[in-house]
Antibody
Framework: QVQLQESGPGLVKPSETLSLTCTVSGYSISNFYYWGWIRQPPGKGLEWIGNIYHGGRTSYNPSLKSRVTISLDTSKNQFSLKLTSVTAADTAVYYCARGRSVGGDCDFWGQGTLVTVSS | QSVLTQPPSVSAAPGQKVTISCSGS????????VSWFQQLPGTAPKLLIYENNKRPSGIPDRFSGSKSGTSATLGITGLQTGDEADYYC???????????FGGGTKLTVL
């Protein structure tokens, strides 16, 4: 069974960089599929951040593109999210997920991790 | 404001059927596949429907999806109290070059 687990700091200061890692088990991220990030501000809906194909090609939400980087570490079967210059508006539960396509039709999700942006 | 429009809430009695609509445009639903997700309270979203009407392994056939023009519909039959959740539609938007979600619909099983 494919499992994903997010990890990283739960508190980030304004203007700093949010960094999260997703560890995948039960499937090699080198094989196929897209590997992505979706976030959900408290009490609000879902927002697609972007994803990376197993070959390394990335797609990002245009509203976040200037601040986002998603990368793969196939040696550790992990992929990562970096979001720079964060503000309180970036406070959300961040989910990593396996995507069936370049979009957000994700069939396996992590449990999510809350990241709060505050000084 | 979401690119895809869903009703904020729907409700029905146990055993009944409910439908949830998702309205978009030619740049998204009209020319791309639609997916549906269920998010139970405090949990991660779960893929219910992909490519308009296909169910992943393990999803019961009580859940169905359809698409017509620039709108899509999720149907749930034989409602159970365990179906109480937020439901989201999603699709690729070719103009935005971005995956977009609907605002979500809260289902209450009375």
């Amino acid at each position: 069974q494919v499992q994903l687990q997010e990890s990283g700091p739960g508190l980030v200061k304004p203007s700093e960089t949010l960094s999260l890692t997703c560890t995948v088990s039960g499937y090699s991220i080198s094989n196929f599929y897209y590997w992505g990030w979706i976030r959900q501000p408290p009490g609000k809906g879902l927002e697609w951040i972007g994803n990376i194909y197993h070959g390394g090609r990335t797609s990002y939400n245009p509203s976040l593109k200037s601040r986002v980087t998603i990368s793969l570490d196939t040696s550790k079967n992990q992929f990562s999210l970096k979001l720079t210059s964060v503000t309180a508006a970036d406070t959300a539960v961040y989910y990593c997920a396996r995507g069936r396509s370049v979009g957000g039709d994700c069939d396996f999700w992590g449990q999510g991790t809350l990241v709060t942006v505050s000084s | 404001q979401s690119v895809l429009t869903q009703p904020p809430s729907v409700s029905a009695a146990p055993g009944q059927k409910v439908t949830i609509s998702c309205s978009g445009s030619s740049s998204n639903i009209g020319n791309n596949f639609v997916s549906w997700f269920q998010q139970l309270p405090g949990t991660a979203p779960k893929l219910l429907i992909y490519e308009n009407n296909k169910r992943p392994s393990g999803i019961p056939d009580r859940f169905s999806g359809s698409k017509s023009g620039t709108s899509a519909t999720l149907g749930i039959t034989g409602l159970q109290t365990g179906d109480e959740a937020d439901y989201y539609c999603g699709t690729w938007d070719s103009s935005l070059s971005c995956w977009v979600f609907g605002g979500g619909t809260k289902l209450t099983v009375l």
